[in-house]
């Protein structure tokens, strides 16, 4: 296969890793982080987006929270993950990955605390807080399955303009958005070690 960027690799090529290795080393990453990409001690509060009557209201809040109470570095890195995890489910005819089988994939991954016993759960989310500790896993699910299928309503700008984090041509590779085929674009890529506050 050619080296120059815009050359597509075929993702059924043997030396290419399988797509279920890939995505286990992605949230193994995640997995790793000592504190979640969410940070747990706001996860409470997006939590308490669920108790919104509409869905609008649901990613307002959402998206209040991600822009003033996480981090700047996670808060890039939680769109990156939102958009590829959307545009994976866009595929769910062929994938059977719809938001919500992706929320339960990765959840447990960006937004579970590390210590998730029940006296700490009781902690996080208080005492006497509505929240039944039993419900939590599914009701964080819940919430990354809102990221992941309004991910640009989250993540637009106040004034609601939307960039799409992918790459342009000029960022090493050229994508070609009218282009759905199974193919990678070729990219020499460096992984640099990521420093998330």
Not at 13 to 41: G, H, M, Q, W, Y
Not at 128 to 136: F, G, R
Not at 176 to 191: E, G, K, R
Request: glycine fraction near 4%.
């Amino acid at each position: 296969y050619g080296k120059e960027p815009g050359d597509k690799l075929p993702l059924d090529d043997s030396d290419i890793p399988r797509v279920n290795a890939v995505a286990s080393a992605f949230k193994a990453f995640f997995r790793e982080l000592p504190e979640p990409l969410v940070p747990t001690e706001i996860l409470p509060e997006f939590v308490g987006c669920l108790s919104k009557r509409n869905e609008g209201d649901q990613w307002t809040h959402l998206r209040n929270l991600v822009f003033h109470g996480l981090p700047a570095h996670n808060r890039t890195i939680l769109k990156y993950l939102c958009e590829h995890l959307y545009r994976v489910s866009q595929h769910s005819d062929q994938n059977k990955m719809v938001s919500q089988n992706l929320s339960v994939v990765f959840c447990v991954n960006i937004m579970w605390p590390r210590d998730s016993s029940d006296q700490k759960l009781a902690e996080i989310f208080g005492e006497n807080s509505a929240t039944n500790i039993q419900e939590v896993p599914q009701l964080l699910e819940r919430v990354l399955t809102l990221l992941i299928s309004r991910y640009k309503d989250v993540f637009s700008d106040e004034n609601g303009a939307f960039e799409s984090s992918r790459p342009k041509q000029g960022a090493g590779f050229i994508l070609d958005d009218d282009d759905d085929s199974d193919h990678l674009p070729y990219s020499s890529v460096s992984i640099q070690p990521w420093k998330i506050s």
